[in-house]
């Protein structure tokens, strides 16, 4: 079965500093992943996606992933970070349906 | 391309009503899904149609839960006899399946609220 696991509920940072969010994987053979955002009371908008052509991903807002085969993870990060990323993130393993993990709620402090 | 398209936004309604939702996907996508989402939850799958045909519904999709896309096109989400559990974001999803993990566009969603 194929799961992700979202390992942080909550993330806050100031402005202009890094971001890390963690997400790790299981799937049983080679996973499609997707990092999705979500805005308050909006639907969910695609930031990157892996599908094994390249390890790191670059996406949009400049966010990008890593995917990392021996731990089983696929973090997102972004070098600095801006008021507008404030935002529910959400990890995502794809089987045709999308199973989603729990979401990291991103706060950005001025 | 005027993405995916969700009608109502907003559905308040007593408990034991009938409620419908639309959804408009994207006009070439081939696939259309649904999803559920709970506050503080990521969404969960509900059902999914390529083209006309529902090829799969989660056990979550009680037969409350009846779902159409009788064209291929739009889709029609319908809770009969809702109860206070119902009260989710709906959401709606399309994508244009070619083979492989295609990404979906999601809607804003239909946020149902039972009274």
């Known amino acids: 079965a194929q799961s992700v696991t979202q390992l942080d509920s909550h993330v806050s940072v100031s402005e202009g500093t890094p971001v890390l969010l963690r997400c790790n994987y299981s799937?049983?053979?080679?996973?499609?992943l997707f990092w999705y955002v979500q805005h308050p009371n909006k639907g969910l908008q695609l930031l990157l996606k892996?599908?094994?052509?390249?390890?790191l991903v670059k996406g949009i807002n400049g966010f990008e992933a890593e995917f990392k085969k021996s731990e089983t993870s696929f973090h997102l990060t972004k070098p600095s970070a801006h008021m507008s990323d404030a935002a529910e993130y959400f990890c995502?393993?794809?089987?045709?349906?999308?199973?989603f993990g729990q979401g990291t709620e991103l706060s950005v402090k001025p | 391309d005027t993405g995916v398209s969700q009608n109502p936004r907003h559905k308040i309604t007593k408990r034991g009503q009938n409620v419908t939702f639309r959804c408009d996907p994207i006009?070439?996508?081939?696939?259309l899904y649904w999803y559920r989402q709970t506050l503080g939850q990521g969404p969960e799958f509900l059902t999914y149609?390529?083209?006309?045909?529902?090829?799969?519904k989660s056990r979550l999709l009680s037969d409350r839960f009846s779902a159409e896309r009788p064209k291929g096109s739009f889709s029609t989400l319908e809770i009969q006899r809702t109860e206070q559990g119902d009260s989710a974001m709906y959401l709606c999803?399309?994508?244009?399946?070619?083979?492989?993990?295609?990404?979906?566009?999601f809607g804003d969603g239909t946020r149902l609220s039972i009274l």
């Open positions: 999803a399309s994508s244009l399946e070619t083979g492989g993990d295609q990404p979906q566009h």
């Open positions: 799937s049983s053979y080679s996973p499609s």
């Open positions: 892996y599908t094994s052509a390249a390890t």
């Open positions: 995502v393993v794809s089987r045709g349906k999308l199973i």
């Open positions: 006009s070439e996508h081939n696939r």
């Open positions: 149609f390529q083209n006309e045909a529902q090829l799969e």
